[in-house]
Nanobody
């Protein structure tokens, strides 16, 4: 089992920036795919960004050009840099780790709240 712990969320004004971190309890090298998803009450969880080995990062349409995902295997950490934040970015952001060709290997963090408001 692996534990994923998100941090870096909080309250930020529109146009501001935040960097989320997802720290894993053990090596993330086993996971070829890691990502960030977000959820608003009453709506389905949606893709924010994923980073998969051998593939360009993937971003949800609503965050393209504003968010950047990266990973540091030595630190067992995945990051989400969020710029030009909008009120509609307000959500709980969840970290995910998995193996793209194995549906049975999937882990989720508990989430971190991001609130964008003036």
């Amino acid at each position: 089992q692996v534990q994923l712990v998100e941090s870096g969320g909080g309250l930020v004004q529109p146009g501001g920036s935040l960097r989320l971190s997802c720290a894993a309890s053990r090596s993330i090298r086993v996971f070829n795919s890691m990502g960030w998803y977000r959820q608003v009450p009453g709506k389905q969880r949606e893709l924010a960004a994923t980073i998969t080995s051998g593939t360009s990062p993937t971003y949800g349409d609503s965050v393209k050009g504003r968010f950047t995902i990266s990973r540091d295997n030595d630190k067992n950490t995945v990051y989400l840099q969020m710029n030009s934040l909008k009120p509609e970015d307000t959500a709980v952001y969840y970290c995910h780790a998995g193996i793209s060709w194995s549906r049975s290997v999937t882990y989720w963090g508990q989430g971190t709240q991001v609130t964008v408001s003036s």
